[in-house]
């Protein structure tokens, strides 16, 4: 029966390529990161981009004396070996012809008796001890235990590729808010709220008329890290990114007192002592939330200044 016989890591472990993740059947499932799929089982004489995309991965992890190139050689099979001898394994083995000669029983004049055909055992590379994986960084999300049987109705592990992360264009109005090491809440439906940071911004990027007209505004994309605690995370989810709460108070104003928002942010003063009503002064904008902007005190602003609302 196929049960699984080795499972060597649990669920949030990140696994690296040429790492064997569990054995069935006391056969491994090794891992390999591959820029292009394996769609058969790989024998010395064999060609295609498999095959190099197979030597690629393989001269990444044990080396050897064979080109990466299209085509299987002995040189590969050998590398192939030292590959799944370094995880404990053999590679698994088939019954092939190669002919010998056969000798005639005593001196004669006449020809040669045929070769003679012989079966013997040779290596071969089958792709269903491989688990293919893009190249990246890639988590186990959840792993059958030891002992466990292998059907064909439920998957023996469950992968994820790539950083987990989420990109979103913040604005100039919002651009001091989202600044790299920034702590910020993530809210997705179905899930708890997490906390995470923000781990890069990018250049200021003006869009040109066709990406504008498809909601692509100008500003600057930063990145945020998705937390383990969210495990898997499906492409397209939507997810609500805010500034972390702070208990401290704060100097806000509406946001419909800010004018120029997305390139020179100003107020237009009313009743205060950095100017006459009507003077414009500019400030910098922190955050944004439920119809308040939050502003850089060094503005000079103080609770009890008033400034003009846009109609």
């Known amino acids: 029966m196929p049960y699984v016989t080795a499972s060597n890591k649990k669920s949030g472990d990140q696994i690296a390529s040429g790492s064997v993740l569990l054995a069935v059947a006391g056969r491994p499932r090794l891992v390999l990161a591959l820029d292009y799929p394996l769609y058969r089982s790989l024998r010395v004489g064999d060609s295609g981009a498999d095959v190099r995309a197979f030597e690629s991965a393989l001269a990444e992890q044990i080396g050897g004396d064979f080109d990466v190139d299209d085509e299987f050689t002995e040189n590969t099979m050998a590398a192939a070996s030292a590959l799944w001898e370094r995880s404990g394994y053999a590679l698994p083995t088939e019954e092939a012809e190669t002919t010998v000669p056969v000798p005639a029983p005593i001196p004669t004049a006449s020809a040669s008796p045929a070769p003679q055909a012989v079966p013997i055992r040779v290596s071969y590379v089958d792709v269903h001890e491989i688990l293919q994986v893009p190249i990246g960084e890639t988590k186990v999300m959840s792993i059958a235990d030891l002992g466990e049987l292998a059907t064909p109705d439920e998957p023996l592990a469950v992968l994820a590729s790539g950083v987990s992360a989420v ?101 237009i003063l009313q009743d205060s002592g950095l100017g006459r009503p009507g003077d414009r002064l500019s400030v910098d904008v922190l955050s944004t939330g439920d119809g308040w902007v939050e502003i850089d005190p060094k503005c000079g602003l103080v609770v009890g200044d008033t400034v003009r609302i846009a109609p």
């Open 167 to 267: 990109e979103l264009r913040v604005s100039l109005l919002h651009e001091a808010a989202f600044s790299v090491g920034t702590k910020v809440d993530l809210r997705a439906e179905g899930r708890e709220v997490v906390q995470s940071t923000v781990v890069s911004l990018g250049e200021f990027d003006i869009p040109n008329e066709g990406d504008e007209a498809q909601g692509e505004g100008a500003g600057r994309d930063a990145v945020v890290e998705i937390p383990a605690s969210w495990e898997s995370v499906e492409k397209g989810l939507v997810v609500q990114i805010s500034p972390s709460s702070s208990a401290e108070p704060v100097l806000a104003l509406p946001l419909t007192s800010i004018r120029d928002a997305s390139t020179d942010p100003f107020v």
